[in-house]
């Protein structure tokens, strides 16, 4: 599934506001030097390169394991308030966005939120991917090990190393903990997952595609219930290479100490291999079988690269529970709970996120966590604290339950943000949300870019025109990008509402 941006044009960054800083500490900034690079041309926004939609400008904002201080997040929402439209968007890469830039605020702006400490370290890092982890790690009880000190040395590798900044901002890690809250459903261009074998903890890592899960548990995971059978197998043997709909699938194992070298070795081959208008992992492996890629990493290595997991066994041994996300659960800490919402679509105005800060300082430790789901977490909650947090959550308009309709429906821009869009996609997923069948989940794309879906949703409304979709059913076991079968045509968001609950229905009584 396409991750593109919108359509935008470049409206920053100012140079005039000269700022970097250490990535997301809440410290002063450095200025940049007048030797400085400009940045380069691109159509996705970064904090220092914002860039114009139909609503004004876009500044994104990375949040390195999708965390931001309760400080952090009042200054994102002063300068929304001051700069721009007042909306921040939480976004699928678990970063923020803050939509609406007034033309002429650009620097101001820039520098509010680089006095904050939200700044990249240089301008190349602004272009740089965040690494996905679980929003949360080193809190949820099933996890094999804290991937939190792993993905700041990847961060801080993908800023420091001058090479890296040729990746495209597109270009996308998965660091896996084996926590039950886990985003594991989005193709990434380099994936490492935990895995327990009999002498510890290790990382199984694949390219361009997920960390598998059985059949029999995906769908057990997406009713909330049940677990994998099975548990991770090797064999010393390269398999032949294989057609997998699943990018590589799993290739090989290695220590959670190798991890660091094991990505910088695999990201330089894919910088060594790559053509300049090659982008993403999945377009060099139609070139380049993966046990070549292997082969070309082993000379950055000290450790052996080979093959050794036969993709037909190994898949996660802990279901993902995407519904963690929502209301109060214990973490590993005894007597802590991380307690989330959503807000619809994934949108907050500045007096929430003023207000998710002062929750997050009386009852927590005084940081959110931004969730891939376009949600919010508050750690570190204590047992008795919890209700007043979940009040609050609600009070916020905040869905804090999975059966809420509006935390199984996402939407992109839509036309009031974005040019190509053919419909009001936010406004009627609003609507659609009156009637949405439980336990349907469903995305509005307002163009086929589909950009508020990383994932391949079950159900697809895709804009034909001003309130009027098609509608597009996905199988789950489906690997084949796109939205799916086409299955109605032209659909007001009441038929489309009335389509859904039939085939929710065939679906129970098959
Ligand atoms: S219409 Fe929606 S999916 Fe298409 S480019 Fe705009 S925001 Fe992205």
Same mark, same amino acid.
């Given at each position: 599934m396409? #991750?593109?941006?919108?359509?935008? &044009? ?5 140079r005039d ?7 997301? #500490?809440a410290?002063?900034?450095?200025v ?8 380069r041309?691109s ?13 004004g400008?876009i500044?994104r904002i ?6 931001l201080s309760?400080a952090?997040?009042r ?7 001051? *700069?721009?439209?007042?909306v ?6 678990a970063?923020?966005?803050?939509r609406?830039?007034?033309r002429g ?6 520098a ?9 370290t ?11 982890i679980s929003?949360?790690a080193?809190r949820d ?7 939190r000190?792993l ?6 590798m ?5 090479r890296?900044?040729?990746l ?20 990434h261009d ?12 290790r ?9 598998p ?8 995971a997406?009713a ?20 997998h709909?699943?990018?590589?699938g799993?290739l090989?194992a290695i220590l959670?100490? #190798?991890?660091s ?7 330089l ?23 070549a890629?292997?082969? *070309? ?11 050794n997991?036969s993709?037909a ?12 996300r ?5 973490q590993?800490?005894?007597?802590t ?5 959503q807000?619809?679509?994934g &949108? ?10 002062a929750?997050?300082q009386?009852?927590g430790?005084g940081?959110?966590?931004?969730t ?8 570190d ?8 947090v ?15 309709a509006i935390t199984?429906l996402i939407a ?7 040019a190509k869009?053919?419909?009001d ?5 609003l ?19 589909s950009c508020?879906a990383a *994932?391949?949703a ?10 009027l979709?098609?509608l ?9 990008p ?7 045509? #032209?659909?007001t968001?009441?038929?489309?509402a009335?389509m ?11």
């Amino acid at each position: 599934m396409p #991750q593109p941006c919108p359509p935008h &044009r470049m409206l920053g960054p100012s140079r005039d506001a000269k700022p970097v800083s250490v990535l997301n #500490q809440a410290t002063p900034s450095p200025v940049l030097s007048d030797a400085a690079p400009t940045p380069r041309p691109s159509a996705c926004p970064g904090l220092l390169r914002i860039v114009a939609a139909r609503d004004g400008g876009i500044c994104r904002i990375k949040l390195p394991g999708g965390e931001l201080s309760a400080a952090q997040a009042r200054a994102i929402a002063e300068a929304s308030a001051r *700069h721009a439209a007042g909306v921040i968007e939480l976004t699928n890469r678990a970063n923020v966005q803050v939509r609406g830039v007034k033309r002429g605020e650009e620097a101001v702006l820039i520098a509010a939120l680089v006095g904050a400490g939200l700044g990249p370290t240089s301008i190349a890092a602004d272009d740089v991917r965040n690494v996905m982890i679980s929003p949360a790690a080193g809190r949820d009880p099933s996890a094999l090990l804290d991937t939190r000190p792993l993905c700041a040395a990847l961060l801080a590798m993908l800023q420091s190393e001058a090479r890296f900044a040729a990746l495209s901002p597109k270009f996308a890690l998965l660091l896996d903990g084996g926590e039950r809250l886990a985003r594991v459903d989005h193709p990434h261009d380099v994936w490492l997952a935990a895995s327990r074998e009999t002498d510890g903890v290790r990382f199984v890592f694949g390219l361009a595609g997920c960390p598998p899960a059985s059949a029999s548990a995906s769908a057990a995971a997406n009713a909330s219930a049940a677990a994998f059978s099975g548990s991770p197998t090797q064999s010393d043997h390269i398999t032949t290479e294989q057609s997998h709909a699943n990018g590589t699938g799993p290739l090989a194992a290695i220590l959670p100490s #190798q991890a660091s070298a094991l990505v910088r070795a695999l990201l330089l081959t894919f910088l060594d291999l790559a053509a300049a208008d090659t982008t993403r992992m999945r377009h060099l492996l139609t070139l380049h079988s993966a046990h070549a890629l292997l082969h *070309h990493a082993q000379q950055y290595v000290d450790f052996p690269l080979t093959r050794n997991v036969s993709p037909a066994d190994w898949h996660r041994s802990t279901p993902a529970d995407a519904g963690l996300r929502l209301g109060a659960h214990a973490q590993r800490q005894p007597g802590t709970w991380h307690v989330g919402g959503q807000p619809a679509s994934g &949108r907050l105005d500045a007096d929430t996120l003023h207000a998710l800060a002062a929750l997050s300082q009386q009852h927590g430790d005084g940081t959110l966590r931004v969730t891939p789901w376009q949600s919010v977490l508050l750690p570190d909650i204590a047992t008795h604290a919890v209700p007043p947090v979940l009040s609050g959550l609600n009070a916020l308009d905040l869905a804090c339950d999975p059966a809420q309709a509006i935390t199984r429906l996402i939407a992109c821009a839509g036309s009031s943000g974005c040019a190509k869009s053919l419909a009001d996609t936010k406004t009627d997923a609003l609507r659609l949300a009156r009637r949405l069948p439980a336990g349907v989940e469903a995305h509005l794309s307002g163009c086929p870019r589909s950009c508020a879906a990383a *994932h391949c949703a079950p159900y697809t409304l895709l804009a034909a025109a001003p309130g009027l979709y098609d509608l597009y059913r996905r199988d789950r076991h489906d690997g084949r990008p796109g939205f799916g079968e086409c299955v109605a045509r #032209q659909l007001t968001i009441d038929q489309a509402a009335d389509m859904l609950d039939r085939l929710a229905r065939s679906n129970t009584n098959a």
